[in-house]
């Protein structure tokens, strides 16, 4: 039976995860960890430890006494925190991983897990239908720090044999954990505004096209992508994925269609420099190739899902 720890499930994408596979693989088979207390759900549900993962010694420790045997690593500083510490943050997105890697080398792990990003590509990279293989020059710490660990998660593939499995995230959108410092966080905070106040000013202009996915579609192709087969994967670094491409007034025009007096205003921030570097669309067919990659929901699905679900949260 496969022990499995993640590191940081108190974010976005580990508040769902850890509980996806939970239900995979067991409650007592998934040792939640981060630096924060746990959501409720997850706490309660099974094991959990506050983890500092820059703490090396408390992360083997947990590693050696759990018998852990894969590990998905998702403690970051997202793009727009980062750039208001970009040393800090530098230091916690890289040392991190260099932990969780040279541990997976050490007690040879079955799998690892690390999330990368659309922040790897810049103003450079060609941003209509973005392709696996292209120019890669980050000009933001997180997509630094994101371009730095695809190359060392495939060194160490390619040096020591670790199967580290990696996926480049567009904008994720979840009803269950609201928005944590990264470009995107416009995708979410929307709907909480639209809900309980009808109207959002956004931090980027209107015809900002960004890559966007529902949490659904991310939880699924993460654990798709680990439970691939080895053989199938033509690549060790990471896998583009698509999403669904919008922009906020796209957006906004999905929530108007639910809530009819909703109103946007737009401000941008310095996160509009940021978003201007990423790419508008993503050609994911080397990941619909390799292990199957597929959407179950478009944009007015999505919407829908996100009012419904936000409205029974918030009463």
């Known amino acids: 039976m496969e022990k499995i720890l993640v590191i940081g499930c108190s974010g976005q994408i580990g508040s769902e995860l850890t509980l996806e596979l939970r239900k995979m693989y067991g409650d007592s088979n998934v ?5 924060r207390p746990a959501p409720p759900d997850i706490a309660d549900s099974g094991p959990f430890e506050i ?3 820059l703490d090396e010694a408390k992360l083997r420790l947990i590693v050696e006494h759990e018998h852990i045997t894969r590990i998905y690593h998702l403690a970051a500083i997202l793009s727009g925190n980062a750039e208001k510490r970009p040393l ?10 260099m932990n969780v890697l040279e541990l997976a080398r050490e007690m040879k792990l079955d799998k690892l897990f690390w999330p990368s990003s659309i922040a790897v590509f ?10 696996q293989y292209t120019i890669m020059e980050p000009n933001t710490v997180y997509g630094i720090s994101k371009l730095a660990g695809e190359r060392w998660i495939e060194y160490y593939y390619e040096k020591y044999g670790v ?7 567009p904008g994720l959108i979840s009803y269950k954990t609201e928005a944590g410092g990264g470009t995107t966080d416009y995708a979410v905070e929307i709907f909480y505004d639209a809900i309980k106040q009808n109207d959002y000013e956004c931090f ?10 529902f949490m659904p579609d991310a939880i699924k192709a993460t654990i798709d992508v680990m439970e691939a087969d ?11 994925m698509a999403g669904i491409s919008c922009t906020p007034h796209m957006l906004a025009e999905q929530i108007k269609k639910h809530i009819p007096d909703f109103e ?23 990941a619909q190739k390799d292990w199957g990659l597929a959407y179950q929901y478009d944009l007015p699905r999505m919407t829908e899902v996100m009012i419904d679900k936000i409205r029974k949260k918030i009463g």
Not at 122 to 131: A, C, I, L, S, V
């Open 31 to 35: 040792i939640a960890t981060d630096i």
């Open 51 to 53: 983890l500092d993962v």
């Open 88 to 97: 800090p943050s530098w230091e916690i997105n890289m040392r991190s991983l």
């Open 122 to 131: 810049g103003p450079t990279t060609p941003q209509m239908n973005t392709p």
């Open 163 to 169: 199967d580290t499995r990696s996926l480049r995230y």
């Open 204 to 213: 980027l202009s209107s015809e900002t096209a960004l890559p966007m996915m």
């Open 230 to 240: 080895s053989s199938r994967l033509s690549l060790h670094s990471s896998y583009n």
């Open 264 to 286: 946007i205003t737009y401000k941008p921030d310095f996160r509009q420099v940021i978003a201007d570097s990423w790419p508008n669309s993503i050609d994911d067919s080397v």
